[in-house]
């Protein structure tokens, strides 16, 4: 049986939408509710939903980067969750995460060299020259030159610039990436480049992924197990196979059936829900996806579906799977 890295039981967090005036209570808006999961070691979990769901917010929880409001964070079985700064740097050497926009997340003032090695001397590993080596195998490991490294960030295309990132995030070798939406920006053949890169790494190194994208294509393709989120809970969870060929919740066959068909004569009349916005007033109770649900009945309101198993380890939160 795989070793579990990860492990999230019940994990929330919430942000002031609004603040209290005039003695008014502030108003939440939960963007993680409860969600909870398990990776295993080599293993890719794809987390997929529209733009909103919380996808970004639970990556940046689960680095701790945002503080959770209730549950619990494992890695390697040890609480992590109110871990103070001093105490949890040794367990981000083994947790790395890769932005949406490598761009924004480089001080554009440093060489690319001087990125990469970064995290090196923040964490005492080798020497500056030592380093440098080190810096110049990464790039080449991601598909640069090592003469790359004496350049700034910004002279480089998307591609390159989220290449860069990955090599920065392997620098610790960690033993799970969090990859937040890291073609989504990218031409369509730089991102079969960079998820091709991806999977080569991961073969190659053994490390886990949390895969975040809003594109269940993608995420079919890079993972072994899919969850679905929608207005921060987690509505499906399983295997990659058995969530695109029999998916249970609503919500789910919706991304199945935006997903653009070759023929140009296929039209798909059976798109579940209306294209309204996720809103969460007014759902304080029942199913959070009843009002673009077009199976909705008078339980939904009333009672929130658990996300339970409904066959061989793949779960829904859904009244009629």
Known sequence: MAETVLEIRDLTKSFASRPGMLGRPKVKNIAVDNVSFAVSSAETLGIVGESGCGKST????????YEPDAGKIYFDGNDITRLNMRELKPVRRNMQLIFQDPLAAFDPRLR??????EPLEIHGVGTLRSNRDYAASLLRKVGLYAEDMHRLPSEFSGGQQQRIGIARALALKPRLLICDEPVSALDVSVQAQILNLLRDLQDELGFSYIFISHNIAITAFMSNRIGVMYLGKLVEIGETESIIRNPLHPYTEELLAAIPDPDP????????????PAELEG??????????CPIAQEICA??????RTVHSGHQTACHFA
């Open 265 to 276: 004569s296929y039209r798909d009349n059976n798109i579940c829900s209306s294209s309204a």
């Open 302 to 307: 009333a009672e929130e579906p658990p996300l």
């Open 283 to 292: 759902l304080s109770t029942g199913c959070v996806f009843r009002m673009r």
């Open 112 to 117: 690319v060299d001087q990125i990469i090695g």
């Open 58 to 65: 639970l990556a940046l929880t689960i680095m701790r980067l």
